[in-house]
């Protein structure tokens, strides 16, 4: 079902190998110009009225906002069985932050189609997470149950079908306290029948240090909530080297560290729906990456005529090109990297996959996860 591009190859020759109309091919990979390919260029083919056969009964989740373009939130529903509105803030005095955008459309469309809108929960200030917010919200009784209330009633009043808890940065001294806040916070959305889901830091020990990953206990995490979001992604992400968004062999150490922790059937494999270009020589602390679409990032590879390359044990593809003097280095996903991640969360038998996020088009990674 996935055929990559070789030296000499158009889509009609594909077309002609596989018996897959050319403008199915082109609909299914969302090429514009069908007389250019990249080498290397991973395709999707279905035949007209086949469907892809990679979800093997996982569940699929994604993370989207509420100024999500409506064609491309309506080209991913059909794959998911959950969607993420991304996000609810609160104050230190418990009160809700509704997104800067309503999302009404989004939890009515969500419905529509047979998927469950969650609301996302997230510590932020102006845009970042506040790991004091955390801190009150833990430390503090009165200001959590104000703040569960508060997230019990507009799940009711929105028509949510729970809420998924986004916290980031935060302090080891509130290691067990936020766990106690997630485990109460299901209890009573629990009872009136909503579910609570809770996003991890991809960590690969339990005594991983840095800021990010020592207040968060895969145990007591995965005991409180319904179930965990591994955020298995950005080891490149936008000041780092160029590298892999989401390397297989660094996603597994994360799934094998979750399992000696959390019961496979609580956790969601997340999975990146982007890529970033760098320019070069890396500088660190100088250089900044762009971030770009996954279908974005290989009609970049064709417009200046570069070879998409394939790294084994990351499991990405990858290609450079030079433009007004400037060399650029491109790590994205394709239908391949998304595959081998998919086998992964079926090989670990895990409850399935999550994506940050759906705001970018990559109609191929929706087909290949249809609802059966």
Same mark, same amino acid.
């Given at each position: 079902?996935?055929?990559?591009?070789?030296?000499?190859?158009?889509?009609?020759?594909?077309?002609?190998?596989?018996?897959?109309?050319?403008?199915?091919?082109?609909?299914?990979?969302?090429?514009?110009?069908?007389?250019?390919?990249? !080498?290397?260029?991973?395709?999707?083919?279905?035949?007209?009225?086949?469907?892809?056969?990679?979800?093997?009964?996982?569940?699929?989740?994604?993370?989207?906002?509420?100024?999500? $373009?409506?064609?491309?939130?309506?080209?991913?529903? /059909?794959?998911?069985?959950?969607?993420?509105?991304?996000?609810?803030?609160?104050?230190?005095?418990?009160?809700?932050?509704? %997104?800067?955008?309503?999302?009404?459309?989004?939890?009515?469309?969500?419905?529509?189609?047979?998927?469950? %809108? +969650? +609301? !996302?929960?997230?510590?932020?200030?102006?845009? =970042?997470?506040?790991?004091?917010?955390?801190?009150?919200?833990?430390?503090?009784?009165? !200001?959590?149950?104000?703040?569960? =209330?508060?997230?019990?009633?507009?799940?009711?009043?929105?028509?949510?079908?729970?809420?998924?808890?986004?916290?980031? #940065?935060?302090? /080891?001294?509130? @290691?067990?306290?936020?766990? $106690?806040?997630? @485990? @109460?916070?299901? &209890?009573?959305?629990?009872?009136?029948?909503?579910?609570?889901?809770?996003?991890?830091? %991809?960590?690969?020990?339990?005594?991983?240090?840095?800021?990010? #990953? &020592?207040?968060?206990?895969?145990?007591?995490?995965?005991?409180?909530?319904?179930?965990?979001?591994? +955020?298995?992604?950005?080891?490149?992400?936008?000041?780092?080297? %160029?590298?892999?968004?989401?390397?297989?062999?660094?996603?597994?150490? !994360?799934?094998?560290?979750?399992?000696?922790?959390?019961?496979?059937?609580?956790?969601?494999?997340?999975?990146?729906?982007?890529?970033?270009? *760098?320019?070069?020589?890396?500088? @660190?602390?100088?250089?900044?990456?762009?971030?770009?679409?996954?279908?974005?990032?290989?009609?970049?590879?064709? &417009?200046?005529?570069?070879?998409? +390359?394939?790294?084994?044990?990351?499991?990405? /593809?990858?290609?450079?090109?030079?433009?007004?003097?400037?060399?650029?280095?491109?790590?994205?996903?394709?239908?391949?990297?998304?595959?081998?991640?998919?086998?992964?969360?079926?090989?670990?038998?895990?409850?399935?996959?999550?994506? *940050?996020?759906?705001?970018?088009?990559?109609?191929?990674? *929706?087909?290949?996860?249809?609802?059966?």
């Amino acid at each position: 079902m996935i055929y990559v591009v070789r030296q000499g190859d158009t889509l009609y020759t594909i077309s002609n190998r596989t018996g897959v109309p050319v403008w199915k091919i082109a609909y299914d990979n969302q090429i514009l110009n069908t007389e250019r390919l990249a !080498v290397g260029q991973a395709l999707l083919i279905l035949q007209p009225g086949e469907e892809g056969s990679y979800r093997r009964g996982m569940y699929v989740t994604g993370y989207a906002y509420p100024f999500i $373009e409506p064609y491309v939130l309506e080209q991913a529903l /059909p794959a998911l069985n959950e969607l993420l509105v991304f996000s609810y803030g609160f104050t230190f005095e418990g009160e809700l932050v509704p %997104p800067w955008r309503d999302d009404l459309w989004m939890i009515e469309q969500a419905w529509n189609t047979g998927v469950k %809108p +969650m +609301m !996302v929960l997230t510590p932020f200030t102006e845009g =970042a997470f506040n790991n004091q917010l955390v801190k009150v919200v833990v430390e503090n009784k009165e !200001v959590q149950q104000q703040l569960i =209330a508060n997230v019990q009633e507009t799940v009711q009043e929105r028509g949510f079908a729970g809420v998924d808890i986004d916290f980031e #940065y935060i302090l /080891p001294e509130n @290691r067990v306290g936020y766990a $106690e806040f997630v @485990r @109460r916070m299901r &209890e009573v959305m629990n009872a009136d029948g909503y579910q609570v889901s809770v996003a991890l830091v %991809p960590k690969e020990r339990a005594d991983q240090p840095g800021l990010l #990953y &020592e207040g968060m206990d895969y145990r007591l995490l995965g005991e409180a909530a319904n179930l965990v979001f591994l +955020m298995t992604y950005e080891w490149g992400y936008m000041y780092s080297p %160029p590298m892999a968004v989401a390397p297989l062999n660094k996603v597994r150490q !994360v799934v094998e560290y979750a399992l000696s922790e959390i019961p496979r059937e609580k956790i969601l494999m997340g999975i990146p729906n982007y890529g970033y270009n *760098w320019t070069l020589p890396y500088e @660190r602390g100088v250089s900044k990456a762009q971030i770009v679409g996954n279908v974005e990032a290989v009609r970049l590879a064709i &417009e200046n005529n570069a070879q998409i +390359m394939f790294a084994e044990i990351a499991q990405s /593809p990858y290609f450079t090109y030079a433009r007004n003097g400037v060399r650029h280095e491109v790590w994205f996903e394709d239908v391949r990297s998304i595959e081998a991640k998919l086998h992964l969360a079926v090989e670990y038998g895990l409850h399935g996959v999550g994506y *940050w996020n759906l705001m970018k088009p990559f109609r191929a990674n *929706w087909l290949m996860l249809e609802r059966e």
